[in-house]
């Protein structure tokens, strides 16, 4: 069975169930101030929810302030600047998704179904965190810090590097003739798939599912007659 990206999310992650109370007013008034590290947590909650309103504008720190009802100051307390906001969003990305591949390593030995649960977990994650899924494909780094596009480059550099490990294995047991060719080819292509897949669900303002007819999208991407 597929590993579910929601059962593996973090008690304080930054886009699961965002909490309508994000401690509005505690800058300003007599309420309890968050603990430390829970105004950070609040922060990246509102960016994520905020990059799934339909529209996709721009995100500025005046708005994110707003929807926090604190000052623009308060949330430079915090993070040195809104690159740094969008990297703890990419760091959540990263560590849930890999967190999510090494359990796989650890549980699938065949290389082909590995690949295909990666590809799935993939797209699911995408799905239960849409503003995530803007940040994946670079819908919501346009104009921002170029560097946070390199990382998220990385990030699918890594995906691919992690599929055409997988399909070489299998290649391999299978005696191909070309195997690591052939793996290198198929996790390129396959790779494009999930970035296409979460692109056009950002870009449907998230009504076109990533994981639409994924079981026949993987029959032909990765055949079972690999085995």
Do not use: W
Request: proline fraction near 5%.
């Amino acid at each position: 069975m597929t590993p579910s990206a929601q059962e593996h999310t973090p008690a304080a992650d930054p886009v699961s169930d965002v909490a309508a109370d994000t401690g509005q007013g505690a800058e300003s008034s007599g309420r309890k101030r968050p603990k430390p590290g829970e105004r950070r947590v609040q922060i990246l909650q509102a960016l994520a929810a905020m990059l799934e309103q339909p529209g996709g504008e721009r995100v500025t720190t005046a708005a994110l302030a707003a929807r926090l009802d604190v000052s623009e100051a308060a949330l430079y307390r915090h993070f040195a600047s809104k690159a740094q906001m969008f990297e703890g969003l990419i760091e959540f990305i990263e560590q849930s998704v890999f967190g999510l591949v090494n359990q796989l390593g650890e549980r699938e030995p065949d290389g082909l179904a590995r690949s295909r649960k990666l590809v799935t977990l993939l797209l699911q994650f995408g799905e239960r965190n849409p503003g995530m899924a803007r940040v994946m494909v670079g819908d919501a780094l346009v104009y921002e810090n170029e560097r946070l596009q390199q990382r998220m480059n990385l990030f699918f550099d890594k995906i691919e590097s992690a599929l055409r490990q997988n399909l070489r294995e299998s290649g391999v047991l299978a005696a191909a003739a070309t195997p690591t060719v052939d793996a290198q080819a198929s996790a390129s292509a396959v790779t494009a798939f999930c970035v296409g897949r979460l692109q056009r669900f950002a870009r449907s303002e998230f009504k076109r599912s990533p994981c639409e007819h994924l079981e026949h999208s993987l029959g032909m991407l990765l055949p079972a007659q690999r085995l």
